[in-house]
């Protein structure tokens, strides 16, 4: 029997496959494709103090085996998520976790975090720390919000680490810390997140990137820069695995352009012990449920008793 349960600090997971934040809204737009109950975890849609409208349109486009998105972070706010989404959630009974965000204010994530400590299907917090499109925005009906050339949390090891230190004092939930691949050193930042007590990091959010109209000479994304995501940022993506992988004891949720089996198990190979299906999820909504099953005859076929046993287990 192929085993496939994993363990993220005290949270048990039935198999290691997850939906990435932001791709799978909050789940049940997506039960009438697959049977949810079968995922390992999904994790929502970030979520803020205050609902968020989010960036002007256009805000997604496709690129060479990926996509760019800027969509700001929209979403109703906690309260209409504790009070329309939750309930949801919890008859659907998939495991949870809950990504959270504020425009880098430490006492927003603290208040988020705190809200969420009382509600028992909440598995897992997510701090997204790492979501490059809060920008400035010119429209008064949309929230003004980061200066361009403002650092993310993500950027900068000890705003990372007073930021996880703030939400492990204020949580009693596993907490998750989510990782830009825009930084020079993934290394430095991993570690801060672990020594200020988080269970285990995700990497990675999307790329800076743009791409332009040739006719109009206009950005295709309102915002101008925007986050790729898909198969394009796989290859970065299992580079920063391998790398805090072999230099940070801790959990790894490995995102990135994953869509199929064979780019799953590149991610476990490289040092993760979960990854998060994303940009895949709009390819193909199954592509998760697929995923597992592959994992599973992957196991059989290579008579490897449990997924562990490949964590990491690149050869050099
Ligand atoms: C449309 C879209 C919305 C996203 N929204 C969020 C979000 O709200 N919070 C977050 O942490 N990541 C968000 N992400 C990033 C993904 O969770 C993931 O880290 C990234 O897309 C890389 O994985 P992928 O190549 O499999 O998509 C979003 C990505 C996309 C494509």
Not at 56 to 69: A, D, I, S
Not at 96 to 113: C, K, M, R
Not at 214 to 229: E, F, H, M, N, W
């Amino acid at each position: 029997m192929a085993g496939l349960i994993i363990n993220i600090g005290k949270f048990k997971l039935k198999n290691p496959v997850m939906m990435a934040s932001g791709t799978f809204g909050y789940a049940e737009e997506f039960k009438d494709f697959i049977d949810l109950r079968k995922i390992g975890a999904v994790v929502t849609k970030t979520i803020t103090l205050k609902p968020r409208q989010g960036n002007l349109m256009p805000r997604t486009c496709e690129t060479p085996q990926g996509m760019l998105n800027s969509i700001g972070l929209e979403n109703p706010g906690i309260e209409s998520f504790i009070r329309d989404k939750l309930p949801i959630l919890k008859k659907i009974r998939v495991p949870l976790i809950v990504s959270i965000a504020s425009e880098g204010n430490a006492q927003e994530f603290i208040a988020l975090a705190r809200r969420l400590d009382k509600f028992k299907e909440v598995a897992a917090v997510e701090l997204n720390i790492s979501c490059p499109n809060i920008k400035i925005n010119r429209s008064p009906s949309h929230q003004a919000t980061r200066p361009q050339n403002q650092k993310l949390i993500a950027q900068d090891p000890r705003a990372t680490y007073n930021l996880v230190r703030a939400a492990r004092k204020n949580t009693k939930k596993v907490l998750i810390t989510k990782l830009t691949p825009n930084v020079t050193d993934i290394v430095e930042i991993a570690r801060a997140a672990k020594e200020a007590g988080s269970d285990a990091v995700s990497l990675i959010n999307t790329l800076n990137a743009m791409s332009i109209d040739v006719d109009t000479r206009k950005s295709k994304i309102a915002a101008i820069t925007a986050g790729l995501s898909g198969p394009a940022i796989r290859p970065v993506a299992i580079r920063m695995v391998w790398e805090v992988y072999r230099k940070v004891k801790i959990p790894i949720v490995g995102i990135g352009g994953i869509v199929d089996t064979h780019s799953a198990l590149e991610f476990f190979i490289a040092g993760a012990s979960a990854i998060a299906v994303g940009t895949g999820n709009f390819i193909n909504p199954k592509a998760s449920i697929e995923i597992i099953d592959g994992i599973k005859k992957y196991l059989i076929r290579n008579k490897i008793r449990s997924i562990k046993n490949i964590v990491g287990s690149l050869k050099i």
